[in-house]
């Protein structure tokens, strides 16, 4: 039975993308790597995280870095960002039904906690889990189940990039990958998530159609 439903921000929860871009393109302009634009945005989306790197210049190494550089721009931005259609009321359904809703993100707490506090959303989610390690969500996850004594069964994860269904897979959790979110979705079918939502109303669908609820 599936209790926890646990999101990713960033591209899941929150259309941040735009900004994201922004604060991204004035780091590759400081520091001359390639930027983002509307005619390379849609090949990124095709690659996985070391091929965007190649093909933008930007050193491997220099991701952790880029990460907390960004995240650290997005606190002014938070209320100018706003949730993807149809993920308000999805959450208060999944809360609604006595699911627990938690987050799990590359992006820093104090960011999302001030993105909820903006949409007066604070209520619809429990607990926020975060780490500026963009492949270290199993790790994470693993010590978020372990902490609140929870078996894989009992835990759903939503994301939108590749890296969140490897993670998956390496923990034992299913995953719902969402198509509104930063990776393609022939890349997202080849990585084999367990469902693929194309709105937001099919991630309670899923959950409903594994705990065998009444839809």
């Known amino acids: 039975m599936i209790t926890h439903v ?7 929860l929150a259309d941040s993308k735009e900004v994201v871009i922004r604060l991204y393109n004035e780091l590759a302009e400081k520091h001359h790597y390639g930027k983002l634009t509307d005619d390379n945005l849609e090949e990124l989306r095709r690659l996985s995280m070391l091929e965007r790197c190649r093909r933008l210049k930007v050193p491997p190494y220099r991701l952790p870095w880029l990460v907390v550089q960004v995240g650290r721009g997005l606190r002014s931005a938070m209320s100018s960002i706003e949730f993807h259609e149809g993920i308000p009321e999805l959450l208060k359904d999944l809360r609604s039904r006595g699911l627990h809703v938690l987050i799990l993100s590359s992006n820093r707490e104090e ?35 372990k902490r609140a004594g929870l078996q894989r069964e009992q835990v759903v994860y939503v994301g939108d990039e590749v890296r969140d269904i490897a993670a998956c897979r390496e923990v034992g959790v299913k995953v719902i990958a969402v198509r509104w979110g930063a990776d393609a979705l022939e890349v997202l079918r080849q990585a084999g998530p367990d469902a693929i939502a194309e709105h937001p109303r099919d991630v309670a669908e899923c959950v409903s159609r594994w705990s065998a609820w009444p839809r």
Not at 6 to 12: K, L, N, W
Not at 118 to 145: P, Q, T, W, Y
């Open 111 to 145: 960011n999302i906690r001030a993105f909820l506090r903006h949409h007066a959303a604070e209520d619809l989610v429990e607990g926020i889990h975060c780490s500026s390690n963009l492949f270290g969500k199993a790790r994470l996850m693993r010590a978020m189940m």
């Open 6 to 12: 646990v999101f990713d921000f960033d591209g899941t």
